[in-house]
């Protein structure tokens, strides 16, 4: 199966390929990027991971998932949190807790299947308990 991946060159899939954990040293992840406290700072991809997973299959797809990599040689250090972003994202964070319909704060982040607390969602059960 790894070997369907394998594509160093790029000529079959278009940009080089390598199989899960066959990566050359020098590219990472996003994630990988991010945890060492860098950003991929707009440079393009420079070549992807391919693997089979049916955790995350899609009914008409094929189980095939992927993630690009980055040169960590290139890449820049993550932009610091400004106090206004800090703000921008504790207010956005206060709004997504918020329950629309009784106005509180539920301490948790409102499901958007519901679209209003579960105390709100389900008031019968509430009063049984």
């Given at each position: 199966m790894a070997?369907?991946?394998?594509?160093?060159?790029?000529?079959r899939y278009g940009i080089p390929t390598y199989p899960f954990r066959l990566a050359p040293d020098g590219l990472a992840t996003r994630r990988q990027l991010r945890a060492a406290g860098l950003?991929?700072?707009?440079?393009?991809?420079?070549a992807q991971v391919l693997w089979y997973s049916h955790r995350y299959r899609r009914p008409g797809t094929p189980p095939i998932r992927y993630a690009y990599l980055y040169p960590v040689d290139q890449a820049l250090p993550v932009r610091p949190m400004t106090p206004a972003k800090r703000a921008a994202l504790a207010k956005a964070n206060t709004a997504r807790r918020t329950c629309?319909?009784?106005?509180?704060?539920?301490?948790?982040?409102?499901?958007?299947?519901?679209?209003?607390?579960?105390?709100?969602?389900?008031p019968e059960e509430q009063h049984a308990a």
């Open positions: 070997a369907r991946f394998w594509d160093p060159d790029g000529s950003r991929p700072g707009g440079q393009e991809v420079a629309p319909e009784c106005g509180t704060d539920a301490g948790y982040v409102i499901p958007t299947s519901l679209g209003m607390c579960v105390t709100c969602a389900y």
